[in-house]
């Protein structure tokens, strides 16, 4: 039987982060399962998200955004905000300002169970 080993990625270090973030709980006892790849989505490691996170400010400069997820097949970037960092927000990455707001999701769970219905999709 093959063995499935666990990938493990690199978070944003502490001072490099935001002062505003913390990572929320939810997403890092998922992370502690390893489950960092279920497409169309993937969970981004410490350089992409900071990467991203340059970007969007760039383009969304009004909004103080930290992305943590990349829809492969879009541009859409699931993201917390500075201010409720309960919430997840899914932003389409590229789109004017004032239209990249895709989804806001009550909690980081509710976000991951479309994030895994997605992926049941993706995969049919």
Do not use: N
Request: net charge negative; glycine share 4%.
């Amino acid at each position: 039987m093959p063995t499935i080993s666990k990938m493990q990625i690199e978070l944003i270090e502490a001072k490099r982060r935001p002062s505003w973030f913390q990572y929320p709980e939810p997403f890092l006892r998922v992370m502690e399962t390893g489950l960092v790849r279920f497409q169309p989505w993937k969970i981004l490691d410490g350089t992409a998200s900071l990467s991203r996170l340059v970007g969007l400010r760039q383009r969304f400069p009004e909004r103080d955004l930290l992305p943590f997820a990349l829809r492969t097949d879009r541009d859409d970037v699931a993201c917390w905000e500075k201010g409720d960092l309960s919430k997840v927000v899914v932003i389409h990455d590229f789109a004017d300002p004032g239209w990249e707001q895709l989804a806001v999701y009550d909690t980081f769970w509710d976000w991951f169970r479309s994030a895994i219905e997605d992926f049941i999709e993706f995969d049919s």
